[in-house]
């Protein structure tokens, strides 16, 4: 049964920081392409980051230079280290892997607030 699990999301105030984790299991993590996907109220889905299987990264246009996407195959994980937060940030994110097939997260909440 496969399985990705987020955490890290929260409340954070504009200008702030937090790192969101994804654990996966039961696939064979190192083959999958990961990305975190968001979505806002009353918005669709929108991809945020991915990195391939071969460590390649790709950001959307609105948080390159503030997001990070990283992964460590040893543990399984996934991680998307998110700066400089703005109000528009915040949403549902959601983690995803890849291959033929989609797998996606419950999704962890962040809100960024003053």
């Known amino acids: 049964q496969v399985q990705l699990v987020e955490s890290g999301g929260g409340l954070v105030q504009p200008g702030g920081s937090l790192r969101l984790s994804c654990a996966a299991s039961?696939?064979?993590?190192?083959?999958?392409?990961m990305g975190w996907y968001r979505q806002a109220p009353g918005k669709q889905r929108e991809l945020v980051a991915v990195?391939?299987?071969?460590?390649?990264?790709n950001y959307a246009d609105s948080v390159k230079g503030r997001f990070t996407i990283s992964r460590d195959n040893a543990k399984n994980t996934v991680y998307l280290q998110m700066s400089s937060l703005k109000l528009e940030d915040t949403a549902v994110y959601y983690c995803?892997?890849?291959?033929?097939?989609?797998?996606w997260g419950q999704g962890t909440q962040v809100t960024v607030s003053t």
């Open positions: 990195i391939t299987s071969g460590g390649s990264t």
């Open positions: 039961g696939i064979i993590f190192s083959i999958y392409a």
């Open positions: 995803n892997g890849r291959r033929i097939k989609d797998y």
